[in-house]
């Protein structure tokens, strides 16, 4: 059964540092997602991305966030500068279509210290 | 008012009760509405997918959604401990994000 794949698992960085959180969507999908969990909180969007764009993204998507497609099965999602209160799990998904069916993957746990 | 309103449990219920879980939300403009089911420290795994009102059902689970009274459901039948797991409504409009629910726990003893 295809699924939403994600990297690292776990990830331990130190304030200021850069990261990267890579994630291969399910191989036919074109709409492509991530969304952050904080401990304990409710799954958040942070942004939409399609055709190589950001389609939409959330307040908590700032200028320390990024996406990339670098190629034709990655996405990834970059934290310029982290901060203690970037430290969750980050999901990434995929769908077929907008409004379709949206499959996570196991997500990224994120630790900043 | 809170966008997407969850019981956050925990809902505790012997094995082989029926479950319901319900969700209520304020935003009249959602027409998709989502069931995931949650492991701890796992990712959302999709359960049930339902446009606009109606029922669902798919094997032991049912999707209800009533947009009249912005009310969706999700009724386990049949429960295991294998169900223990943590439950999030997710509901969208006409865009692509998703709004989820804070998710319910919910835990079935043997």
């Known amino acids: 059964e295809p699924e939403v794949t994600q990297t690292p698992s776990h990830q331990v960085t130190q304030m200021g540092q850069e990261v990267i959180l890579r994630c291969v969507p399910i191989?036919?999908?074109?709409?492509f997602y991530w969304y952050r969990q904080i401990l304990g909180q409710k799954v958040e969007f942070l942004v939409s991305?399609?055709?190589?764009?950001?389609?939409?993204k959330s307040e908590i998507f700032d200028d320390q966030f990024s996406v990339e497609r670098p190629d034709g099965s990655n996405f990834t999602l970059k934290i310029r500068s982290t901060k203690l209160e970037d430290s969750a799990m980050y999901f990434c998904a995929s769908t077929l279509k907008p409004t379709g069916e949206l499959f996570f993957g196991e997500g990224s746990r994120l630790t900043v210290l | 008012q809170k966008e997407v309103e969850q019981d956050p449990g925990p809902l505790s219920v012997p094995e082989g009760a029926i479950v319901s879980l319900n969700c209520t939300y304020s935003?009249?403009?959602?027409?998709?509405f989502m069931w995931y089911r949650q492991y701890s420290r796992k990712g959302p795994e999709l359960l049930m997918y339902t446009y606009s009102s109606g029922n669902k059902e798919d094997g032991r689970f049912t999707a209800q959604v009533d947009k009249s009274s912005k009310y969706i459901s999700l009724f386990i039948r049949d429960s295991q401990p294998s169900d223990s797991a943590t439950y999030l409504c997710?509901?969208?409009?006409?865009?692509?994000?998703?709004?989820f629910g804070t998710g319910t726990r919910l835990q079935v003893f043997p």
């Open positions: 991305f399609y055709n190589n764009e950001i389609s939409e």
């Open positions: 997710a509901m969208s409009d006409n865009t692509d994000k998703l709004i």
């Open positions: 191989s036919n999908h074109l709409y």
């Open positions: 935003n009249s403009a959602f027409q998709y």
